[in-house]
């Protein structure tokens, strides 16, 4: 059984590099997110964004104080139990990273396919089912480069959810989308979160999507703030 909480990060400290190279880049974080929630998180190029949220997808190993995901330490994880992890992590970026030789359903297919539990036949029925939810039930069979940013957004959208994960980490999601796209993207990851009940973290610049967290955080020199309430 899950804990009341998705994520408790404590006293989480990180550096990059090594010897005379090596350099601090989060400071002392402190972080709980609940089932449901959506929060944001602002903050300038450079600030500790991305490294932050590759610890949380166990995208990279903790260094420093207690990263607890679903109940799991993951200070100390082995490569076996981050790769578990992940299992219940959805990751939609900047750079929708579909692959230009896999069709719309292909490219949500495998993602579905890692789910070792989960037969061939009902891998590809979810990811089609998943790309309908996404409103592009009439685009399965389409090569990304033939799609639109706003409908590969769409497709990385139904890659991540498509295994039903407990939380979504989106990097920047809607920055190369122009305004009218970019907010029909972020609605409708507001409205699939919500619907299958998983929290989700969003790191943006784009301040005309705020109005959808619960709770807006803020990352200045690898410190992380609460900014608003929303």
């Given amino acids: 059984m899950y804990s009341d909480l998705i994520l408790s990060i404590e006293n989480l400290n990180h550096h990059l590099g090594s010897r005379s190279l090596r350099k601090q880049v989060l400071f002392d974080i402190n972080l709980k997110i609940r089932p ?35 109940g799991l330490e993951l200070r100390g994880a082995s490569q076996a139990q981050l790769v578990q992890v ?53 685009q399965l069979n389409k090569y990304p480069q033939t799609l639109s940013g706003g409908q590969k957004q769409r497709v990385a959208i139904a890659r991540a959810l498509v295994n039903h994960p407990k939380l979504i980490l989106a990097d920047e999601p809607t920055a190369a989308l122009d305004s009218k796209t970019g907010r029909d993207v972020v609605d409708l990851m507001y409205r699939l979160t919500r619907e299958q009940g998983c929290a989700l973290l969003m790191v943006t610049h784009d301040n005309r999507i705020l109005d959808i967290a619960d709770r807006i955080i803020h990352m200045e020199d690898g410190q992380l703030m609460t900014k608003a309430s929303v």
């Avoid at 299992?87 to 970026?93: D, S, V, W």
């Avoid at 490219?107 to 309908?132: C, F, G, I």
């Fill in 36 to 70: 449901k929630e959506i929060v944001i998180m602002t903050g300038p190029s450079g600030s500790g964004k991305t490294t932050l949220l590759t610890l949380m997808g166990g995208l990279r190993s903790v260094q420093s104080g207690s990263l607890n995901f679903l």
């Fill in 86 to 138: 992940r299992q219940h992590i959805g990751y939609i970026f900047q750079a929708h990273n579909l692959l230009s030789f896999l069709t719309a359903r292909q490219n949500v297919q495998m993602s579905a396919e890692t789910r070792r539990d989960l037969p061939k036949r009902e891998a590809r029925s979810r990811s089609e089912a998943m790309l309908q939810a996404v409103k592009l039930g009439d």
